[in-house]
C-alpha cells in the first residue's frame, strides 16, 4: 500500500511505537553489534508545505526504491495525520556514521536520487530539513502494553 493510499491517521502512540520498532530492526536494544559498530538511525524531520501534501508523499516513495539501493536501511516515511500538518520524517539506518557517509556519496551519484532532489527544489515542497543521528537506549525498546495493569 502506498503512503498516499492510507486512510486511517496514526496516533501519536502508533507512531512512537513505529519508531521504537524501526529502532530495534536496526539495533536491537544493544548499544553495539557483536563486531563492535554502532548501529545509528538518520531521523530526518521535514518541515514541509502542506498543501503539497501528495507531491511530498509521491517523493517519499521513491526514496522506497532509491535509498536501499545506496545502502541505507529505511525504516519509513511518516506524513502528519493529526496535530501539526506540516511535520514528516523519514528513519534511515546504517550500520555506522562511516557507512552513512559512503551512502552520502552512492546518493549523489544516483540519477533516480538526483532528480528526485531537483523535483523537490523544483516544486517547494519541502521548506525545512534536520537531520538527527539516534541510536538506541538498551533496555527501553519492545515493551508490549499491560492490559490488566500488572507487569
Request: hydrophobic letters at 40%.
Amino acid at each position: 500500500m502506498s503512503l498516499s493510499d492510507r486512510r486511517q491517521p496514526a496516533s501519536r502512540r502508533a507512531f512512537l511505537g513505529r519508531l521504537a520498532l524501526g529502532a530495534v530492526a536496526l539495533g536491537g536494544t544493544r548499544s553495539f553489534d557483536p563486531r563492535g559498530r554502532m548501529p545509528v538511525t538518520c531521523c530526518i524531520r521535514y518541515q514541509i508545505d502542506p498543501f503539497q501534501r501528495k507531491a511530498f508523499a509521491a517523493y517519499a516513495e521513491r526514496w522506497g526504491r532509491i535509498i536501499p539501493r545506496c545502502g541505507g536501511s529505511l525504516i519509513g516515511c511518516l506524513l502528519p495525520s493529526e496535530g501539526t500538518n506540516d511535520i514528516a520524517l523519514a528513519l534511515v539506518g546504517f550500520e555506522s556514521l562511516a557507512a552513512y557517509e559512503a551512502y552520502r556519496a552512492r546518493l549523489r551519484a544516483d540519477a533516480d536520487g538526483q532528480a528526485n532532489f531537483a523535483e523537490a527544489q523544483a516544486k517547494r515542497f519541502i521548506l525545512r530539513e534536520e537531520r538527527t543521528f539516534l541510536e538506541a537506549v538498551p533496555g527501553t525498546l519492545q515493551f508490549p502494553p499491560h492490559r490488566d495493569g500488572t507487569e
